[in-house]
């Protein structure tokens, strides 16, 4: 059943495993539609897997997870969801025009829909502001320039949800600030829904929700504003701390009585 | 299988070879070069250089098509763009006959570069006709494509893929009788020659250098490097995984 007006994403007691190693922890969550959900925490929590899990590309995942109404990994799935990993995966040996047209013919194959193909092309250029350089070889870009190919790439398909593993690392703070006025144009005019992982607090506050993890749990769901308002500080990265120390502060106390038995 | 992901995927892997000049420039010209030294080292004796000639023909699209295949489908796994892909509704059959399309017509002209030279050049003497001897090289370079797509998945860096290469096809290569004939070899490797795809890609090529006709055992030379190869990129899809740990 599809529910318009419910979760872009549902989780309930995911569990994801790499090697023997628990990466995601009994996590449950909601992710709402049209809106931009931020996904937080340290490198290494686990957040690159639970945007791989959504994605349908992680094995050993457990628990339920449900992506725009279907089970995640689902074939139907694939091209309603963009997704940009963290290292930028585009064609080096290829120019950006290039890249873009080979994705598209992928997404929208068929003589039929050239003009589709086209037109998909040249808005995603410009949603990434790289026009002036769609004739230059991927390989000869700086990173900030490789990591908007990759996200170009996602946005040709108009996805309903973009699942984008650290968008903006590296990149100087007027890129930063470009690419989050395009995600949040993206949620209000075309009604997308975006996941955004990030280890940057200050991005926290631009978005709507913010899921916060750590060591493969999750440590908050809720709003910025109600994030700071319960911890009684005046920035998302002070209610992080708070709840980071005391989650590490709960660990240490379950050693300690574990060491006494 | 779609038709236009198919080609879709063919026109992008040609189109990332255009902008590598170099590598084109090398897999056509060494070939040529090479059965031209040999032409020269077997000087003295034209009856040698037909029939390595005409086997190294067939050998030399397997083994450029085999590094070529397995050190693109190794960066294509490593820099994320093969994950992206199956995340897509890209099917994994698309993505290979994509790739055996492209090297095949790369082969193709390599094939036919390199036998031209030898036919008419340096007088290389076959008994059958040229178009069985393309015939072979092409089902050569699709076996050695498919290998390249199959053995990627053991590489984890181009170190290691470069290092399939003599662990892969020189075996072969001494046991295809190109050295000696192989019902000369120990049984035991005879035996193992009977079993390996090379072997039979050789023994076609001196059909044609021997018979006017097609004979009968041409045909089932054929059928068995082009089952072995269809057999590999089975194999090599079934590596392709959609979700990885």
């Not at chain 1, 694939?78 to 080979?102: E, F, W």
């Not at chain 2, 990627?152 to 290691?160: C, L, P």
Request: glycine share 8%; hydrophobic share 50%.
């Amino acid at each position: 059943m599809v529910n318009i007006i419910g979760h872009a994403i549902e989780a309930h007691a995911l569990s994801a495993v790499r090697g023997r190693r628990t990466v995601l922890r009994d996590l449950g969550f909601t992710v709402p539609r049209g809106q931009v959900t931020g996904l937080l925490g340290p490198s290494g929590c686990g957040k690159s897997t639970l945007m791989r899990a959504v994605v349908g590309t992680q094995a050993q995942v457990t628990g339920t997870l449900t992506v725009l109404g279907r089970p995640a990994g689902d074939a139907s799935l694939r091209a309603r969801i963009g997704y940009v990993t963290q290292a930028p995966s585009v064609y080096d040996d290829l120019t950006v025009r290039q890249n873009l047209d080979y994705f598209a013919a992928v997404l929208l194959p068929g003589r039929h829909r050239r003009d589709t193909r086209a037109e998909a092309v040249t808005r995603t250029l410009t949603d990434v502001d790289l026009t002036s350089h769609a004739d230059a070889l991927a390989g000869n870009l700086s990173g900030g320039q490789r990591s908007r190919v990759s996200l170009a790439v996602a946005l040709l398909g108009t996805p309903e949800l973009l699942v984008l593993d650290e968008p903006t690392v590296g990149l100087d703070p007027v890129l930063r600030r470009y690419l989050w006025d395009l995600f949040h144009r993206l949620a209000d005019e075309r009604g997308v829904t975006l996941l955004v992982s990030s280890h940057v607090m200050d991005e926290a506050e631009r978005c709507h929700r913010l899921l916060l993890m750590r060591a493969g749990e999750l440590l908050a769901d809720d709003t910025p504003e109600a994030l700071r308002r319960r911890n009684d500080t005046p920035t998302v990265e002070g209610a992080f701390l708070r709840l980071v120390d005391a989650a590490t502060a709960a660990d240490a106390a379950d050693t300690l009585q574990e060491t006494r038995r | 299988m779609n038709a236009s992901r198919v080609l879709a995927t063919a026109a992008r892997v040609l189109r990332q070879l255009r902008h590598d000049p170099r590598t084109i420039a090398l897999m056509l010209l060494v070939p040529v070069l090479m059965i031209t030294l040999l032409r020269y080292v077997f000087d003295g004796s034209p009856g040698t250089f037909d029939s390595v000639g005409a086997s190294l023909l067939g050998i030399f699209p397997l083994i450029t098509m085999f590094l070529v295949t397995s050190i693109a489908t190794l960066r294509e796994r490593t820099s994320g763009t093969l994950e992206r892909l199956l995340a897509m509704p890209l099917g994994k059959a698309d993505l290979i006959a994509g790739y055996a399309l492209a090297f095949g017509l790369l082969a193709v002209v390599q094939s036919a570069l390199a036998t031209a030279t030898a036919l008419w050049l340096l007088d290389l003497t076959v008994t059958g006709s040229p178009w069985l001897l393309l015939l072979v090289a092409l089902l050569d370079a699709l076996l050695g494509t498919a290998l390249g797509l199959f053995v990627s998945a053991f590489a984890a860096s181009e170190f290691q893929a470069v290092q399939f290469m003599p662990a892969v096809i020189f075996p072969q290569l001494l046991l295809c009788g190109l050295f000696t004939p192989r019902d000369t070899m120990q049984p035991a490797l005879e035996a193992l020659s009977d079993a390996l795809p090379m072997s039979y890609a050789v023994d076609g090529m001196n059909q044609v250098l021997r018979h006017t006709d097609m004979t009968a055992d041409f045909v089932r030379d054929a059928l068995v490097v082009a089952g072995c190869a269809l057999l590999v990129l089975v194999l090599g899809a079934a590596t392709l995984r959609r979700r990885t740990p």
